[in-house]
């Protein structure tokens, strides 16, 4: 069961975090831990989901090709009972297991980290599939550093497809997902047609190898087809003439029926290698994945919420492992605040097989919020703060239960947020006034108060700043009077 406890950035003599992450021992749980972090625009809630990805990266990374700007971070963690401590001082790594030193070989790790995102600026450093990136998967959008194209987006959605159905245990989790948003189990693959005669006049190997080396030509340096033989092409062929036979195609693309409820063996199953040589063949093109409710439609085609929320859950549920790190950043995008209120609670319900894993959450949604359940979730707030004269980032594990809190209760107790007519806010107001009218000796509530509400002000000509002077004077005379 891994649990990340806390987290320590500091650079240049500065601490940049120092997050705790829950304080329980989490030597056995029904469902996946999630930790939610909270926090307004600024305050590195990304950036800190980053270099936890970064920092395993780093540590992995026989090249050290994940090399980490900051000074010293150190990363406390709980798996199969035992606690450790990674801590990186420049560029040096000590281990400790059970609090004492140890080596890199005595360490146990994570068995995965899981990057998801569906932005295509999110702060995650891009590994591509064919790259050697150990325990990290890079699950987001973006087909390069800095860019995304929607044939790598369905192509991603429909590699994790695959491999959710060649697993047993995963089948029901993809069930779950077309369920939550309405879709019915069946899948359709089409390719278009790059050759309109492919099936009228054929091909034959001659035609195939000219054009392997028309496309070896000119796309020399971005496509790769070294691994296209004589005997691939045959298989091309073969492919070319039972499809043929099956009729699965018009004369505009070829057409491919899955269904979750049967995962057996199909010439789709059976032929995605081959598929994907046609592929760089030129003779078809990406594969465009369609979905069903009433009628069928193309992935391109659903809206941004269930393109984003289809995306992010099925590639989570085709990487994740048990024991797994899996962090998720902005996951409420586009999403109805329907969705929202139920996000963390399908996510538990997906990875029951996985439950020994640990996710972070980085968002603004206050809806979430209510949806934590206490026995398996965690809450962070980051905030800034001023200490002589100095700003400086700093977070809260919220010690309080959210669990079905109000929308308004939680923009006000949690977002540090005032909204008009928030009825939370004006119980507090009304509490101090009627503590001050009444001569109230108790000190100690009328100071929380005053503390809490002056963190609510607009401005200096906010008509709350009548009531936070009274408020002073009060506890001033009833100071001076002791």
């Known amino acids: 069961m891994f649990t990340l406890k806390k987290i320590v950035v500091c650079h240049k003599n500065k601490v940049l975090y120092n997050v705790d992450c829950t304080e329980r021992s989490e030597n056995d749980r029904d469902k996946l831990l999630t930790t939610l972090i909270i926090g307004e625009n600024g305050v590195g809630k990304s950036f800190l989901l980053k270099i936890i990805a970064d920092f395993f990266r780093f540590v992995t990374s026989e090249r050290k090709s994940a090399n980490i700007k900051y000074d010293q971070i150190k990363i406390s963690y709980e798996l199969n009972r035992k606690h450790y401590e990674i801590e990186k001082n420049l560029s040096i790594l000590t281990y400790k297991k059970d609090s004492i030193e140890v080596s890199v070989h005595d360490i146990d790790l994570p068995s995965k980290v899981v990057a998801l995102s569906f932005m295509v600026n999110d702060k995650f450093s891009f590994v591509g599939e064919d790259d050697d990136f150990g325990l990290y998967r890079y699950l987001g959008v973006r087909a390069t550093s800095n860019a995304t194209y929607t044939s790598t987006i369905q192509k991603k959605l429909l590699s994790s497809i695959l491999k959710i159905l060649g697993s047993k245990n995963r089948v029901e989790s993809l069930n779950s997902i077309f369920d939550f948003i309405g879709l019915n189990n069946k899948i359709e693959i089409s390719y278009r047609l790059k050759r ?48 043929k036979s099956t009729g699965n195609y018009n004369k505009n693309e070829i057409i491919f029926s899955l269904s979750t409820q049967d995962i057996n063996s ?217």
């Not at 035609?207 to 087809?225: A, C, E, P």
């Not at 319900?349 to 965690?378: E, G, R, W, Y």
């Not at 700093?394 to 009825?423: C, G, H, M």
Request: charged share 25%; glycine share 2%.
């Open 196 to 243: 309109k005669t492919l099936f009228t006049r054929g091909v034959n190997k001659n035609n195939l190898q000219n054009k392997l080396q028309s496309v070896r030509n000119r796309k020399k340096y971005i496509s790769n087809t070294s691994n296209i033989t004589n005997a691939s092409i045959i298989e091309v062929i073969d492919l070319i003439e039972k499809i």
């Open 266 to 482: 199909s010439l789709f199953l059976d032929s995605t290698d081959n598929l994907e040589l046609m592929e760089k063949l030129e003779l078809i093109s990406s594969p465009e994945i369609k979905f069903v409710k009433s009628d069928i439609f193309d992935f391109e085609h659903t809206s941004s919420g269930e393109k984003h929320f289809i995306f992010t859950m099925i590639n989570l549920i085709s990487s994740i492992e048990k024991n797994s790190l899996v962090l998720i950043d902005e996951p409420e995008l586009s999403l109805h605040p329907r969705w929202q209120m139920k996000y963390i609670r399908l996510l538990k319900s997906i990875t029951t097989n996985f439950k020994t894993s640990h996710c972070l959450l980085a968002s603004h949604s206050h809806f979430m919020v209510s949806d934590l359940d206490p026995k398996s979730s965690t809450l962070i707030s980051f905030y800034r703060e001023i200490n002589n004269g100095v700003e400086h980032r700093s977070s809260q594990l919220i010690p309080f239960d959210t669990y079905a809190w109000s929308a308004e209760n939680i923009l006000y107790e949690v977002f540090k947020l005032r909204t008009t007519r928030n009825s939370y806010f004006e119980q507090d107001l009304s509490k101090l006034l009627q503590l001050i009218s009444s001569c109230s000796d108790d000190k100690e509530r009328i100071s929380y108060l005053q503390n809490k509400l002056e963190a609510y002000r607009f401005n200096d000509n906010d008509p709350i700043n009548v009531i936070l002077d009274q408020s002073r004077s009060y506890l001033k005379r009833f100071k001076n009077d002791i």
